[in-house]
């Protein structure tokens, strides 16, 4: 099976502008993203995630693990592009608002494999204490991006208990080996990375034999074609073909079996 480890298709219907920062494009509540979604039409966004979802097909991905902004709202839209594909997707909800609110979670829960956040930077962080202890107790996953725009407290980080995190362009060795030491899942999305002049720390990872996945990252900054995204680690951090490769099939597969198994028998 073919995995894109980490998307957020919902912003497919915008064509991201060059020469702002990772902040003023992406970070909540305020981003340039965030603006565009609350003010689309639901037809503008299914419309687009539709499309993402056409090119995720067209390129032979088996499941897709989105990030899935507005709630409910936002599960829903998803739910609805989907109807009558055959590819799969691994839901990590998030809440509308940037407060923990126990009934919300509840119900985001209920439709969702997971929560993915944004960045400690974004969040209060009891906030997001709040919001992992409930995952957990949910028996569900939890993840969020972590040193993606600047270093971030790898020991708040890990104390989040995070099953997997996206990006550590900015994380140290010493992070990684943290992160590495804990088995938690890494995912990287190098061209998305590169649009804002960033790069992950690919190497250090695969040395410290972390648990490597690849992602696309925004539907509005790249297209999510995964298999454009192994090419390009292949040509730009030298990884070899079959390590590429493990990257969007095996060690996808492995760390997120139980869920798509768990999908089968409901």
């Known amino acids: ?43 503008e966004i299914i419309s687009g995630m539709k499309k993402a979802i056409g090119v995720m097909e067209k390129c032979g991905t088996d499941v897709f693990i989105d990030f899935r902004e507005g709630g409910v709202d936002g599960i829903e839209m998803l739910l609805e592009a989907m109807e009558g594909r055959k590819i799969r997707a691994i839901i990590m909800g998030r809440p509308s608002s940037m407060k923990y609110n126990e009934k919300g ?36 996953m939890f993840a969020l991006h972590v ?8 020991g708040m980080v890990l104390d989040l208990k995070p099953d997997f995190i996206v990006h550590l362009c900015y994380a140290t060795e010493e992070d990684i080996s943290e992160v590495v030491s804990r088995g938690i899942g890494v995912v990287v999305c190098p061209r998305a990375n590169a649009f804002f002049g960033l790069s992950p720390p690919l190497k250090i990872l695969l040395e410290k034999k972390a648990k490597v996945m690849l992602g696309t990252d925004n539907a509005m900054l790249v297209a999510p ?32 079996g139980e869920i798509l198994k768990n999908h089968e028998h409901s």
Do not use: C
């Open 1 to 43: 099976m073919i995995f894109n480890s980490h998307t957020h298709i919902g912003d497919a219907f915008l064509k991201a502008p060059h020469g702002m920062t990772i902040e003023q494009l992406v970070a909540p509540p305020h981003g340039y993203k965030h603006r565009m979604l609350s003010s689309a039409s639901r037809e």
């Open 105 to 140: 979670m509840e119900r985001i829960l209920s439709m969702a494999d997971g929560i993915g956040l944004s960045s400690i930077s974004d969040w209060d962080y009891g906030e997001m204490e709040a919001i992992s202890h409930h995952v957990r107790e949910a028996g569900k």
């Open 147 to 154: 040193s993606e725009a600047r270093r971030e407290d790898i």
């Open 225 to 256: 074609d995964i298999r454009e995204e192994a090419r390009y680690v292949i040509n730009n951090f030298g990884v070899e073909e079959r390590e590429a490769f493990k990257m969007i099939s095996k060690t996808p597969s492995d760390f997120f």
